[in-house]
C-alpha cells in the first residue's frame, strides 16, 4: 500500500467514525422527542428550565475550560436524560476528532516527509 493509499483510507475512517457518531446522537436526540410528545411537554425545550439559567449563571461566573468539561461530562455519565447525553456527547466528539485528525496528521507528514 503505498503512503496515498494509507492516508485516504484513514480519512476515510474518521469520515465513517464520524458518521457513527452522528447516528448515536440522532437517535438519542430522536429518543428524547418523543419522550417529549408523549408526555406533550415540547414547550420544556423551547425554553430554559430555571435549573439551565442557574446553571449558565454559575458558567458565567467560573471562567475555564474545566468547568465546561466537568459539565460535559456530568451531561455524559446523565444517560436518563437523552438530550443532554447527545448533546454532551456531540460536543465531546467534535472535540476528540480534530484533536485526532491533527495528531494523525503531525506523525503521518512527519513520517512520510523524510
Aim: with cysteine; hydrophobic share 45%; net charge negative.
Amino acid at each position: 500500500m503505498t503512503a496515498l493509499g494509507e492516508y485516504l483510507l484513514s480519512c476515510l475512517f474518521f469520515v465513517f467514525f464520524a458518521l457513527v457518531e452522528f447516528a448515536i446522537v440522532l437517535k438519542y436526540k430522536r429518543k428524547a422527542d418523543a419522550t417529549a410528545d408523549d408526555k406533550n411537554e415540547v414547550e420544556p425545550f423551547l425554553k430554559p428550565s430555571d435549573e439551565d439559567k442557574d446553571k449558565a449563571e454559575d458558567l458565567k461566573k467560573k471562567k475555564g475550560k474545566c468547568d465546561w468539561f466537568k459539565k460535559q461530562c456530568e451531561n455524559f455519565k446523565n444517560l436518563s436524560d437523552p438530550l443532554k447525553f447527545s448533546d454532551a456527547m456531540d460536543e465531546i466528539a467534535q472535540i476528540l476528532f480534530i484533536l485526532a485528525f491533527i495528531l494523525f496528521n503531525i506523525i503521518y507528514w512527519t513520517i512520510y516527509s523524510s
